[in-house]
């Protein structure tokens, strides 16, 4: 399958810890990375390689795997933090992208 | 830092062929180790991989679209661009431009996004 599926809509209490997920079959065998947008910007990556987080990023975002789920964790949710979450990944053939449908965060 | 910008027409009609440009700044596209990718969004939906093309021209296509896409490069001028023909008013979307890390398998720098609207 080439497909990844996400929660279409999570909500965290400021200060809080929340954990968006991705499941798909295609994730047994390779890492997912996670992308933040927010209204009219540009996605941004905020863990890639399936725990990595690139520079600038802060340490309160962390990425983890089990078998067919990848899991993106915000410790300590800010209000910044409200924004859409993307997972991707290859798909099973290994050679295109698929992305998740997208989780909407919303720190209360 | 590596920029990438985006640009064509911002109207195209239905049965035609939309044609975006990327223009990469801050490195080069011939380095090796990236695929260089357009990826789209639906108006208030989610992110739709097109597909990618690496430096020496091999090129990987979405299933779904690979009928009416081809992405070329041009690494004399740092460019890279996407056709894709045929569109309708399903087209319309934000058209992104992105690097995509082969060794990540993840895109890590975005262009700002290009409103392509389908309509006569």
């Known amino acids: 399958s080439s497909e990844l599926t996400q929660d279409p809509a999570v909500s965290v209490a400021l200060g809080q810890t929340v954990r968006i997920t991705c499941q798909g079959d295609?994730?047994?065998?390779?890492?997912a990375s996670w992308f933040q947008q927010k209204p009219g910007q540009a996605p941004v990556l905020v863990i890639y390689?399936?725990?990595n987080r690139p520079s600038g990023i802060p340490d309160r975002f962390s990425g983890s795997s089990s078998g067919n789920t990848a899991s993106l964790t915000i410790t300590g949710a800010q209000a910044e933090d409200e924004a859409d979450y993307y997972c991707?990944?290859?798909?099973?053939?290994?050679?295109?992208?698929?992305f998740g449908g997208g989780t909407r965060l919303t720190v209360l | 830092q590596v920029q990438l910008q985006e640009s064509g027409p911002g109207l195209v009609k239905p049965s035609q062929t939309l044609s975006l440009t990327c223009t990469v700044s801050?490195?080069?596209?011939?380095?090796?180790?990236?695929?260089w990718s357009w990826i789209r969004q639906h108006p208030g939906k989610g992110l739709e991989w097109i597909g990618y093309i690496y430096y020496s021209g091999n090129t990987y296509y979405n299933s779904s679209l690979k009928s009416r896409v081809t992405i070329s490069v041009d690494t004399s001028k740092n460019q890279f661009s996407l056709k894709l023909s045929s569109v309708t008013a399903a087209d319309t979307a934000v058209y992104y431009c992105?690097?995509?890390?082969?060794?990540?398998?993840?895109?890590?720098?975005w262009g700002q996004g290009t409103l392509v609207t389908v309509s006569s």
């Open positions: 295609s994730l047994r065998s390779y890492y």
């Open positions: 992105a690097r995509d890390v082969v060794s990540y398998g993840s895109v890590d720098y």
């Open positions: 390689h399936r725990d």
């Open positions: 991707n990944s290859r798909d099973s053939s290994g050679n295109h992208r698929v």
């Open positions: 801050g490195g080069s596209i011939s380095s090796g180790g990236y695929y």
